[in-house]
């Protein structure tokens, strides 16, 4: 078991799942940096956040120790990820995390189960494609954004999934969500998906916050009331 120091944050991933490129990440303190500065950034105590893929539970824990455990909802797609992440969560006594399993869509509609594609990086996984290998997808539960959003009312969301941001902006988001960061995955998808992601989003009462949007992390932030 591989442990390392990022940002203040405990973080412990099995030799298994440890690749050349995720342990110079960690040990650079490059993991996420870009997502966990906006975070740092924007979030403020007592909001409510809710996380889009996991990874190994850096950024739930960060959000944790500004906002409280209680606040921060997360999910993970990949099953092999859930006792990563529960321990990771443990270790920096943030255990309050809700952490949810499953694969996250735009459409109400649908079977309850969705396919999912693993790799031998775990940052790599996502939601299959229609080629992908039959060895390596698995069927993990289907969550719908909508519900998602309803039911834990978020202030702050936060998400990378692996180029399935391409269908979570197909209709106007609530008022309560004040601030979306998610990174962007240009290569899964034609550049007219972001600029719908963006008009989604601007239609929604969000304006691009320049701030801590880096690279390709993306982030909009609610406009005030005049």
């Given at each position: 078991m591989a442990?390392?120091?990022?940002n203040g944050?405990?973080?412990a991933?099995?030799?298994?799942?440890?690749?050349?490129?995720?342990?110079d990440?960690l040990?650079?303190g490059?993991y996420?940096a870009h997502?966990?500065r906006?975070?740092?950034?924007?979030?403020?105590p007592g909001?409510?956040?809710?996380?889009?893929?996991?990874?190994?539970?850096?950024?739930a824990?960060?959000c944790a120790?500004i906002?409280?455990a209680e606040?921060?909802?997360?999910?993970e797609?990949?099953?092999?990820?859930?006792?990563?992440?529960?321990?990771n969560?443990?270790?920096n006594d943030?255990?309050?995390?809700?952490l949810?399993?499953?694969a996250?869509?735009g459409?109400a509609?649908?079977?309850?189960?969705?396919?999912f594609?693993?790799?031998?990086?775990?940052w790599?996984?996502?939601?299959?494609?229609?080629?992908a290998?039959s060895a390596?997808?698995i069927?993990?539960?289907?969550l719908?954004?909508g519900?998602?959003l309803a039911?834990?009312?978020?202030?702050?969301v936060?998400m990378d999934?692996?180029?399935?941001?391409e269908?979570?902006?197909?209709?106007?988001w609530?008022d309560h969500?004040r601030?979306?960061?998610?990174e962007?995955?240009?290569?899964?998808?034609?550049?007219?998906?972001?600029?719908?992601?963006?008009?989604?989003?601007?239609?929604?009462g969000?304006t691009?916050?320049p701030?801590?949007?880096?690279?390709r992390?993306?982030?909009m932030?609610?406009?005030?009331?005049?």
């Amino acid at each position: 078991m591989a442990e390392y120091e990022v940002n203040g944050v405990q973080l412990a991933l099995p030799d298994a799942m440890l690749t050349d490129r995720i342990r110079d990440k960690l040990v650079s303190g490059g993991y996420e940096a870009h997502e966990a500065r906006a975070a740092l950034m924007r979030l403020r105590p007592g909001q409510r956040v809710l996380e889009l893929g996991s990874g190994l539970g850096y950024i739930a824990t960060l959000c944790a120790g500004i906002t409280g455990a209680e606040n921060v909802v997360t999910v993970e797609a990949n099953p092999h990820m859930l006792p990563v992440i529960e321990a990771n969560l443990a270790r920096n006594d943030v255990a309050g995390v809700t952490l949810l399993h499953g694969a996250v869509t735009g459409q109400a509609e649908g079977p309850d189960r969705i396919g999912f594609q693993t790799g031998s990086a775990f940052w790599g996984a996502h939601i299959a494609t229609e080629d992908a290998r039959s060895a390596a997808v698995i069927y993990v539960p289907r969550l719908v954004l909508g519900d998602l959003l309803a039911r834990y009312r978020p202030h702050v969301v936060i998400m990378d999934v692996e180029g399935a941001e391409e269908h979570l902006f197909d209709a106007p988001w609530p008022d309560h969500v004040r601030s979306v960061m998610m990174e962007l995955h240009p290569a899964r998808y034609p550049d007219m998906v972001i600029k719908r992601i963006v008009d989604c989003l601007s239609a929604s009462g969000m304006t691009y916050d320049p701030g801590p949007s880096r690279g390709r992390i993306l982030c909009m932030r609610r406009l005030r009331s005049a």
